[in-house]
């Protein structure tokens, strides 16, 4: 068994991902959703609503919450939880930025 | 100068820069050690140490230098400490532990202290070089500009962070007239967020200056010395002074040319020492765990570290700092302070009425950020209990409310306006108490907010007091009060579209973040509901004004495509009255080929849909139908979706008209325009109708003697047969009378509304009144709609194609491998 270590990949600078909006991380298992918010909050989410999958990073996003674009669900994305009535939870990755860049921590990102 | 005995024995200890960070150091350290070391300090500025930071009220005329020096001659001289002004020291050799001078001289060391501070950025852009534009950093740069206000003119400040700003209201004080010219689209954007960034633009605009943003230097103009700014939009700004504040970098230069470790700056533990065990570093010119900072806050943490590592205390550690942002300009209260990097909840407090914005930012019972614009009197005891990371729970209800209202029991918002004595004003605009208000409601039965809007004006103007008065409505009336009649857009404001749209017009409102604080906003930047509603009604408002916000808008008109139940999307071209040519037919079928779409289909509204197609490729499907003469068909907006025809006059036995050419000529008109919701139309070339018109938005019928003008009909989720509006006899009319009734319908619908729900709110004698009736307002509509589709008759395809936004269609980063081989076990 591999030791775990922690895998952080520079995806580009903080600049290239819109306000109030996100860009796509591909790895091979997954795409992950990279989030900015007005304030320069990033979180990284798989790209895939806990309801039928649809594809987070084209939802609005508003305060710290994105609304995913094919059902109008309201997914948090700190936690990747489903906000009110709804159920489900999207897997969330560690963000950091260092020197304006943002870094994502992808060791569950290849767990299945 | 006395030198004491033990001078010989004392270890030497150099600095290298006689400022803020290095004088606190030594204060420090000689507060622990009074005469430990043998210290020798260069700096390069001919002077001694003084507060940086006051150099604006020097530029302002408020001070003069001498009231800003912190460590005079006779302070040096006490402590022994020699000091090397204007000399600069341009290498280090760390192994033979010494340093030279500008002069030559080499100069030993036991320790160095580093602390060179940063130097202005300056842009690279031609004409940087010339006279005339300077930086502002030190007391020369003031002199500099000093000397210039002596002549007066036109200063133009590049950049509007803090130093920029503070310049800019300086250097107004000293005459010029001055324009800021900053990148981004608010002030500050680093400590603020949108809405205190658009108070703080307001403010400074009124007090004269002129703000230019999201504007690009792209030269320097002039010949001996400047004479203009040149933005990367053609613009040119004379300019007598151009100040260059566009940011700072960390003074590495020495430390690098070493061989220190250095990032963005000198690398330092929390020990704050370097990467040479007898080189320490403070100040502006260091990175302590992957942070550099600009203000002297954190400086000063550092120095203490600094001068009790130099005193022999092993376990001083500096382990990062907080830092809190105040602006000096005279007439602006302004603070903010924490990263807001992880914030969960928002408390926003807003009162247009008085310019002030407050918003806290919390995790859970911690404060993590704090934004206040026009009140900061509870700037400090927020940012003390940031740092502190107290537990506020106990105090939530009231905390935005700052300090002065803690420890009485929280307020529920009516029992607060219970409270209120009868002559508290409640409209600010109007004038009109609290007690005017209930006595009119007694007086008048009045029962709803209407009511009391046109009985006493309260809550008619700027509307901020609505709640207010609907509390007082409710407090009147008891249980007889429903609220419910009247629909707020959604939870982040009490005011109904109507009442939004009214003021955006009323009060010239042109941005998001002016409409947020002007209408009380009880969020910091609105949510998916009220977002993509407020774009529209600003692009209906002020179409050569306003720029559209893409990241307010659904994916499908952000992207021109709509998307699909597994993430592709669909593409559908226009095809102008559903005419089509063999030409048209084969791109589409070269395109479906080339990028492997897999489905073609023919839709309901007489065009071809190609669905299936991956985002990325979307740029490139374009290109090609653009090639082929085709634009896109906006089958995902809310505007033009199509004109349906049929064969009409031409070929038709029945044919009254040339219904197909009318409805080529209608799509060419309306096409591209944005409307509340979709507006599809249909033209039939009699009353056999097979173009379906009688269940469209708008819809043409061709008769014998002209045409039949219909509005208002449906046939989705609700099936409605137009309404006949009138009958006009020329092509002509029927284009001029569609464009007025769009306009119409643009200008008053609320967001999402259909035609004929807006027909059906606003009466069809309304609409046929201001249409049919009124020849000069139709004309004013239709010249008003064509003002509009001047902006947005343009193909959103092709703007995407030459590059626009063209991040979108692209992931940020592509990882093919990660650590761990595929399949590895974690
Ligand atoms: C493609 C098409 C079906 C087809 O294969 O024929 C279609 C497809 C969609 N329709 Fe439609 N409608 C299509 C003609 C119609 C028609 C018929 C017509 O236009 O003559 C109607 C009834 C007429 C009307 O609008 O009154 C129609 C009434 C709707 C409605 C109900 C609207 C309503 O106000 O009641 C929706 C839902 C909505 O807009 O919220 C809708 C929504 C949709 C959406 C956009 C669903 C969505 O949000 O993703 C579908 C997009 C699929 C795609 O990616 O292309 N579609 N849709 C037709 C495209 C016409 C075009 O060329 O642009
Ligand atoms: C106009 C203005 C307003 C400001 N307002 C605020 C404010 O309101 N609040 C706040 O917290 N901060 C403010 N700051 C920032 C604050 O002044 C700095 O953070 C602080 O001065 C940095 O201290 P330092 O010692 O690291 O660098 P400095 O104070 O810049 O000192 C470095 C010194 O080293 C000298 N030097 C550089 N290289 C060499 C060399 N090779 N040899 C010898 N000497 C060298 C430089 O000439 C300089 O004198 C302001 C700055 C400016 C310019
Ligand atoms: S009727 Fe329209 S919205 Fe419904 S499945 Fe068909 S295309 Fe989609
Ligand atoms: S897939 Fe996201 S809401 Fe349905």
Redesign the interface.
Known sequence: ??A??L?W?D??PLT??????A??????RR?IA?FRT?????FALENRCPH????LS???????KV?C??H?W?I?L?SGGATGEDHGCSRTFPVK???GHVFVE??R???A | MPVPDTQKSRRKLVVVGNGMAAGRMLEELFALQPDAWDVTIFGAEPRVNYNRIMLSPVLAGEKTYEDIVIHDDAWYAAHCVALRKGEAIVSLDCKAHSVTTSGGEVVSYDKLVIATGSQPFVIPAPGVNLPGVVTYRDLDDVKLMLAAAAKGGRAVVIGGGLLGLEAAAGLQVQGFEVAVVHLMPTLMERQL??SAGYLLQKAIEASGIEIITKANTQAILGVDKVEGVKLADGRILPADIVVMAVGIRPNVAIAKAAGLKV??GIVVDDAMGSSDPDIIAVGECVEHR?QCYGLVAPLYEMAKIAAARLAGNDEALYTGSVTSTKLKVTGIDLFSAGD?????D?IVLRDPAHGVYKRL?LDGDRIL?AVLYGQTDDGAWYFDLLKKGADISSMRQTLIFGQAYQGGSPLDPTAAVAALPDDTEICGCNGVSKGAITASIKAHALTSLDDVRSRTKASSSCGQCTGKVEQILALTLGGAYAAATRKPMCKCTDLTHEEVRGFIISKSLKSMPAIWQELAWK??????SC??ALNYYLVCAWPSDYADD???????E??HAN?Q?D?TFSVVPRMWGGLTTPDELRAIANVADRYKIPTVKVTGGQRIDLLGVKKEDLPKVWADLNAAGMVSGAAYAKGLRTVKTCVGSEWCRFGTQDSTGLGVKLEKTLWGSWTPAKVKLGVSGCPRNCAEATVKDIGVICVESGYDIHIAGAAGLHVRATDLLGHVETEDEVIEHVAAITQLYREEAAYLQRIWKWVETVGLEYVRASIMNDAANRKALAARFEASQKVYRKDPWAQRVSGR?H?EFA??????????E?G???
Request: proline content about 6%; charged content about 25%; glycine content about 12%.
């Open positions: 068994m591999n775990v270590t895998n990949f995806i580009g290239a991902i819109p306000r109030r909006g860009r796509t991380v591909r790895t091979p795409e990279v007005a304030d320069d909050q990033v039928k999958g649809g594809p084209e939802g609005i996003v508003h305060g710290a609304t674009p094919l109008n309201v948090d700190e930025i260092v020197d992808m060791t990102a290849i767990a | 967020d949108e990032n963005r992957g807001f990097s992880e914030g969960k928002e930012v950020g969020t910091s930047c609105g949510c998916a977002r993509p893409s990241q307010s808008r659904f994916i499908n952000r992207v998307i139940k993430g936004e991040y992931p940020v980063a592509t990882v093919a491998w990660i650590g761990v595929e590895a076990t974690v």
